[in-house]
Structure formats: C-alpha cells, structure tokens
C-alpha cells in the first residue's frame, strides 16, 4: 500500500523548484554500506606491440592508423563526477532499516568511469576530476585566507579544485555528475542545470536539453519512466548569499548565486575556462522507485548510455 502510495505521488508534475544533492542534509551515521550488484567496469586494454626499426613514413602511417577515429576524434571533454569521501560526501539511499545502500560520491565516480571509457571509445580526449582511487586530482587550496577549507564559508575552495582541472585539460566541454537527494522521499526524476550567462549560455542549454533528453529516453527504453524535472539555470543556490563576505562580496552579489562547478560564479578564484558545461542531476536517491531502478543490474549501463548519447547528439547537431 505504501508503495503503491509513493508510485502515484511520484508520477504528479512536481513544481520546478529546484533541489539539489548539495542541499540535502544526507548525515549517514551508519556508515555500512551493502555491496552493489553492478558488474565492475571491465576495460579491454591492449598490449603495446614490441616496436620495430621502421621507415618513419611507414610508422608515421601507422601511427596515425592506431590513432581511435570516431565521432569524437579531436574533442577534448571533462567529467565531473560529484563529491568524494573527504571533502563534500552528498547524498546517500538507504534501505528501510537505516543501511547505507550507496553514495552519491561512489555512483557519480562508477558512472565518470563508465562514461570516460565510452568517449575516449569515440575518440575523444577526457579528463575526469577525481583519480581511480576517487580523491580529487589537486587539494582544496585556502584563498580566501582563513586558514582553513573545512569551513562552511570554504565551498568555493573545495569546488575550485574542480574548475582548475578541467580548464587545465582544456576542456571544450564539460559535464558534471550528480545525484540528487532532498528530505521529502516523494521527489523523484532527473534534471539537468546550465549557466545562463556569458557568451556560449545557449550552446549551454542546448546541450542540458541534449543530456537530459538522452538520459531520460534511455531509461524510459530499458522500462523506467523518470519523472522529467526539466532544464534549470544555475543560479538557484541562495544560501550562498551567507559566505559571500568570505570572498569580498556583499550579499546583493546576484551572480553569487550561481552552481560552484559549472565555473561562472565570481566567488571562485578562477572561472572555468571552457564553451559548454552541464551538471546532470541523474535520479533522487531519496526517492523509492527512482532507488529500484538504481539498484537493477543494468541501471549504471543504460544511465552512462544516455549520458554519452546526449554529447553525441549535441556535437552532431553543431
Ligand atoms: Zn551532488
């Protein structure tokens, strides 16, 4: 019966307010985690042949045979798996009895993983921001000169990070991965967040538009029907306003506002130097039916090909 209740309510067009991983409270004390039945990631890698002494005109042919061709030979893409155990864990699903049944940190690093593997099969180049033990690639660093990135006030610090690597690759675009959580199990569904600022805006929401189309239609093919809560501006975070002295700015700084990752708010020390950038909010681990469907064998494959199918879509449509 009740969950009969909780599948009509989270069929109802929920209102387009925005809730985020970020704004959940998720203080998981158990800290048991039960082992997820995804099979792990399994790359084909081949051995390096045993180089020969060969005419330079041949090996420059064979190099550039060897080299992968593929829709996205020459891009350049970052991923942004969300949180990690130390610095920022997020949202977590937990079974009736309190049980921690995964981190948001854990699937956002398992799909980044998954994803990365199937652009560079397209050819592209990929950064991805934290390595394979799932810690960032650089520390948070202290500029707002309190002596600390542990504070509340120290968000921007443990998001720059992020923004840094990225731009180093010289990402042309970038996706950042996300599960959402919020205290009210009934919001359920996936949505993606864009910044709508500064010159590529538009090319920002086409490709949010991009994602969120190929995300939801792969797992509405595979018998899960998510709730679709649309594309957002990344301008929501208003409880931001309460550390903008921390960075030298008033609380009437209205670009303060603006989603850390996506690299244009002015409270970060150095924006993010890409075109195009997305932060997916892939499915509510707060929510029931959304959790089911995270927990089947297949979830991680069918969210990484909708994923990698909406940065298909969005370069061939250029
Ligand atoms: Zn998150």
Known sequence: MLVHRLLIISFIV?????????????????????TPTWAPLTLQMQEPSPKEDKPEAIEKE??????????????????????????????????????????????????????????????????????????????????????????????????????DFMSQFGAELILSIHFNGFHNPALSGAEVYYS???????????FSESVLYSLTKKMQDSG????VRGVHSDNYKTEYRAYTWAYGFDRGCTECTRLLTLGNNPMSKNRGDWKVGALAEVLFLTNPQDV???????????????????ILAYFEAE
Do not use: W
């Open 14 to 34: 929920l209102p387009a307010f925005t809730v985020s991983c970020a704004q959940a409270q998720q203080h998981h004390s158990n800290t048991e985690v039960i």
């Open 62 to 163: 064979n190099d550039s045979l060897k080299r992968p061709v593929g829709k996205l030979s020459g891009r350049r893409i970052c991923l942004d798996p969300g949180h990690d155990s130390i610095h920022v864990p997020g949202a977590a699903a937990h079974d009736q009895s309190g049980r921690v049944l995964f981190n948001e940190h854990e699937l956002t690093h398992l799909v980044a993983s998954r994803l990365r593997a199937l652009l560079e099969a397209e050819g592209a180049q990929v950064c991805v921001t934290r390595n394979e033990a799932g810690d960032l690639h650089i520390a948070p660093y202290d500029f707002n000169g309190n002596g600390s990135t542990r504070l509340p006030e120290d968000m921007a610090e443990r998001t720059q990070p992020r923004i």
């Open 196 to 206: 709508d600022t500064g010159p590529y805006q538009h090319e920002n929401r086409r």
């Open 224 to 227: 899960y029907s998510p709730v």
């Open 292 to 310: 089911r469907f995270l927990q089947g064998a297949d979830a991680m494959d069918i969210i990484t090909d909708g994923l990698a199918q909406g």
